[in-house]
């Protein structure tokens, strides 16, 4: 069984303190394959002591620096895509195939290579007061904590933009899918990042918080369940720290009266059944007029048949399994409320036929949901659609809203102007028009119990930024105004 470490601090491996190591089982076959290491607080303490020793000399790097190794980074993940897609797909169990793309890991470093541009690190203002100096600095040490469901694209979402606003970071994977964390932070020295700048922690909750906790640490960039982001908003709140919470969803897709369902059945089944429903955005409720409801919901049913459910690894599998036991266990209890409560159970519900190992479960329909039922309030996080009729437009708006969560909605119809007038009612952090994608350069989070703080885009770099304001005088104001 291999065995990976899981502590590197200043540039190297150690082993951990406790010299302990977890299991990390595929989910696919029950078995497990690798043992990684696990931290202790101490280790999590010596991480944070040599983020916080690195700073300064990162902090201070010149931009282009930073963008030479960020891009030299994207050229890494092209050349090892196939090593870290086998090691995604054995650990979580998204297939092979589609993990290759790593979910376009390299185009969403180059969004962040184009957007540093446009940050304002330094401006002179003069207003009838007088003159000042306005400045944005790292924040400082940040912890970035990240799920199990994407690995690769999430580590990168929470290291990159972090770095390129001269940061330095203490990331911690989740013990389900940490292996490819540890090539990627290799691949970030290859590339030419100095030691201490991005250190590794690998651990389950206990780690992740000693690293909240740890007084070093000014920022926590987070993604993941919204009970664990209310954990560390109460953590991290008395000092003061920074949050970036990326949190749950159940974003609902309103199909108009006019929707074309040829056009929209691809978006619907990719975005509901996707990663095996693992994504936070997915899109879980389908919210129909009613006099179209049987045939949206025959519909998804026959396209959830045709889905191709089985081992990750072969070319064939559009489908994989859940991450875990504990995860598929929830899933089909969740699916069972959905039968109590009177929903029609149309597709799926149970573990596909064949596949007597592994952590599956079919892609699920329901038909004839009310949005009151606990599968259209609670964020499932499996393959299992809702189909809610609704008699108005102003209903299918007050359905989609009505939720504790608003992270991301998608509206439907052959008229684009009017699918924007209702994804404009939508009370969510982001929406889609005739599709589920929003362009990487755009912010992405959510309100509501989805969280607060926007990856992506010019905007995220804003919470890894501090302004600091300078009076002047005339004439330094004048000297710093010159080109």
Not at 42 to 57: I, N
Request: aromatic share 6%; with cysteine.
């Amino acid at each position: 069984m291999d065995q990976h470490p899981g502590v590197y601090i200043d540039g190297a491996w150690r082993r951990s303190a406790n010299r302990e190591s977890a299991a990390v089982v595929n989910p696919a076959t029950e078995e497990p394959f690798a043992l990684v290491g696990v931290a202790t607080d101490s280790d999590v303490d010596e991480a944070v002591r040599a983020a916080e020793c690195a700073l300064p000399g990162w902090a201070a790097t010149a931009l282009p620096v930073r963008r030479a190794v960020v891009a030299r980074m994207a050229e890494l993940l092209e050349e090892r895509a196939p090593e870290l897609a086998r090691l995604r797909s054995l650990s979580m169990g998204a297939p092979y195939r589609s993990s290759l793309k790593l979910s376009n890991s390299a185009g969403l470093l180059q969004m962040y290579l184009e957007t540093i541009d446009e940050v304002q690190f330094s401006q002179v203002r003069r207003d009838r007061f007088g003159d000042s100096l306005v400045l944005r600095r790292p924040v400082g040490v940040v912890a970035g904590i990240v799920p199990w469901n994407v690995p690769v694209r999430n580590e990168l979402k929470k290291i990159i933009p972090a770095l390129l606003s001269g940061c330095t970071v203490v990331l911690k994977p989740a013990l389900e899918s940490p292996l490819v964390a540890g090539p990627l932070v290799e691949m970030l020295g290859e590339a030419g990042l100095p030691p201490g700048v991005v250190n590794l922690v690998v651990g389950g909750g206990d780690v992740g918080e000693a690293l909240v906790r740890h007084p070093s640490v000014r920022k926590v960039a987070f993604t993941g369940s919204t009970a664990t982001g209310a954990r560390i908003a109460a953590l991290a709140g008395p000092a003061m720290k920074r949050l970036q919470l990326e949190l749950g969803g159940k974003s609902a897709a309103i199909l108009l009266e006019d929707a074309d369902l040829d056009a929209t059945l691809p978006s619907l089944l990719a975005f509901g059944f996707g990663n095996s429903g693992q994504i936070c955005a997915s899109l879980t409720r389908v919210l129909v007029p009613r006099a179209r409801h049987d045939e949206v919901v025959g519909a998804l049913a026959e396209g959830a048949s045709g889905l191709v459910v089985g081992d990750p690894m072969d070319d064939r599998t559009t489908m994989g399994p859940l991450v875990s036991q504990r995860q598929r266990d929830r899933v089909l209890a969740l699916v069972s409320s959905g039968r109590d409560e009177g929903a029609a159970l149309v597709h799926g519900g149970s573990a596909p036929a064949g596949l007597s190992r592994g952590w599956y479960v079919a892609p699920t329909v329901f038909g004839n949901v009310r949005n009151d039922m606990v599968i259209a309030r609670e964020e499932i996080f499996g393959p299992v659609v809702s189909v809610i009729p609704y008699d108005s437009e102003a209903e299918a708006v007050r359905l989609a809203n009505d939720s504790r969560y608003g992270l991301h909605g998608a509206v439907y119809s052959r008229d684009d102007a009017h699918a924007l007038d209702v994804a404009l009612q939508l009370d969510t952090g982001t929406a889609a028009v005739n599709s589920f994608d929003i362009p990487v350069s755009a912010p992405f989070g959510g309100v509501k119990d989805s969280g607060f703080g926007r990856e992506n885009g010019v905007e995220g770099y804003g919470s890894f930024l501090e302004y600091h304001s300078y009076k002047l005088t005339p004439g330094l104001a004048a000297a710093m105004s010159r080109p």
